[in-house]
């Protein structure tokens, strides 16, 4: 049965994505030999490791300070190499509190000198963007989370400061036309808009670092692995390959412009119809709301049994909200086609 | 044309894994999804790293005070995370320096506190394993690396002593048995006898846990792993479940008694042909030659051209040596088949 997969990640993957990651499996490159079985210092695999990178940088515009790496971990991973790799000996670093994931980035930041957050929703359960953020000159670094996953809020103009800016953007990269140039450290785990979980893109400007005088162990350190061209250990081999075909896919298919307008498209229609039908109401303030990840409720909890039920008739999967928040929530990543969310409007519409 | 594929790692998997694998990313459990497109905290999947996590246990009979996860950033990670959780504060560790990822493994434990070399086979290129090392009570733990890789030598009898012995068992886990359970800690990147490159098994005694004192960052911490079922963050999903279906296929084909006894057969019929051939020279000491990586030199090497092309012929593949060796180098994990030695002796055989 043809399912309509709203899942917060990992997510829906571009169809010809999962064909390419599937043969690759079978015959990597007609080499007689599985993309699984190969050295990672094999031509064939170095030559993906050099396009995903190349790629990145592409469709990101970024300039030539950048080095973008593909390492393992997970954004998680990435809350203590930040500090490590920003934070000076008894430095300062300012964070904004807008949800789960950017708490969790700033108590992993206060093992390594002083946090200030300079801005909260917490009160409000993160259903807004802190817009006038306390930044001091004294910071090394300013951590943001582009888009709040769990709520559904976004970040639609980022902050203009001099301080270096860091940001979260596990969960809209890819998705829309931004200044990544602003930025001096970009990270995102893969599997939403790149491709399956297991790697995690990193961009990062070569010219901030080597300034916190720290002892880095070697696989936290971004400058040993910028100095192996991303290949400091093992790669992970399959999550790298997969994340070139989303992105080849991605670029084929127009690149950041076109995607971000078939994300807005996506996105209005389904805000319309929460808007409209009286049975539904949006969590997050309007002006904030995210374009990847969309949370409702039911206003009258109960009709969710026949909610539920009517969901799952016409294949939608993955539309639970998260166990924070209760409700619904329809991630509409890149790879979800339009007429997903033309289905679950229509089941929304029905309901009565 | 059919492969014999003696890479070192990623390395050759079993068929019917490889062939699950591809299954999988097509179609799920029958979900109508891919392996790659669902939450981590679907059932289907929560079930998955319940079952490699009790497999692993079960393979290795370990006792009840151990926890097996599977983590991301390779053994090079646990390089780190074997001092944060390990060694206290201005605490001492003995490490034996049997090859180059011994001797990177100390390097990362100097970062935490004072490493003491017990002992090291570097003046000879790491050609044997150092016997009598100078442990001392107070050092916090014993850093041992099972398998060296590169030059192809192996620990056969692991020292008897009081301090917790910690084991780099990347390249010859799960290849014949051995008390598991002297261990306080083991670590193994998969991409061996477990399964493809992006996951990590470690295998940690609870108890020797939480005695250092110091701020772990959580990603570095074993405890905040086992109190999260080894999903404090999402787990590269496809490796982990890559990894079920080669301890699946190893369990189904009889556990480490028979495999060992394979890996046996494999590596006595190579070392044969090496001693029996004058043209090939051996690179280990005979009493420390490794069952999984054989590494041979052509004593002329104006042959080497010929050696070549009647192994390519052959359709062998992945043999050349380490370049810090050079030679050649047939990695004979637990999924290469007997087969494949054959053919390769036969080559070696009629060189002339």
Chains 1, 2 share one sequence.
Not at 21 to 29: G, V, Y
Not at 216 to 243: A, G, Q, R, W
Request: with cysteine; hydrophobic share 40%.
């Amino acid at each position: 049965m043809k399912k309509h997969n709203f899942s917060a990640g990992p997510c829906i993957l571009y169809p010809e994505v999962i064909k390419g990651a599937s043969e690759a499996i079978n015959n990597f490159k007609e080499m007689d030999l599985s993309l699984l079985e190969i050295s990672h210092r094999d031509k064939n695999f170095v030559d993906v490791m050099e396009e995903v990178r190349e790629l990145s940088k592409e469709i990101m515009a970024l300039e030539d300070d950048f080095e973008v790496l593909f390492l393992q971990g997970g954004a998680s991973l990435q809350f203590c190499m930040t500090p490590y790799n920003f934070m000076k000996k008894n430095g300062v670093a300012g964070y904004s509190i807008t949800g789960t994931w950017a708490k969790k980035a700033a108590k992993e930041g206060s093992l390594f000198g002083q946090v200030i957050e300079v801005g909260s929703s917490a009160e409000e359960n993160f259903n807004y963007i802190p817009k006038k953020l306390k930044i001091t000159k004294n910071m090394d670094y300013l951590h943001l989370t582009s888009n709040n996953t769990i709520v559904g809020t976004q970040i639609k103009d980022f902050p203009n400061t001099d301080i270096p800016l860091v940001c979260d953007m596990s969960s809209d990269i890819f998705s829309r036309q931004i200044n990544f140039n602003q930025f001096s450290l970009i990270y995102a785990g893969a599997q939403k808009n790149i491709g399956p979980a297991g790697t995690t893109l990193v961009a990062v400007r070569k010219s901030a670092l080597g300034k916190t005088a720290r002892d880095i162990p070697s696989m936290l350190d971004y400058e040993k692995h910028i100095k192996s061209d991303s290949m400091f250990n093992t790669p992970p081999v399959f999550s790298v390959y997969t994340c070139l075909l989303t992105l080849r896919a991605l670029k084929h298919n127009g690149g950041l412009s076109i995607i971000e307008e078939q994300n807005k498209l996506k996105a209005n229609h389904l805000y319309k119809e929460i808007e409209r039908n009286e049975l539904f109401e949006g969590v997050a303030k309007k002006e904030d709301r995210s374009s990847m990840n969309v949370c409702f409720l039911l206003k009258d909890e109960s009709l969710k049994e026949k909610f539920d039920k009517l969901c799952s008739e016409a294949g939608i999967v993955g539309i639970n909200g998260h166990r924070s928040v209760g409700g619904y929530r329809a991630s509409i990543y890149n790879a979800l086609p339009f007429e997903s969310v033309r289905i679950l409007t229509e089941v929304m519409n029905h309901l009565d």
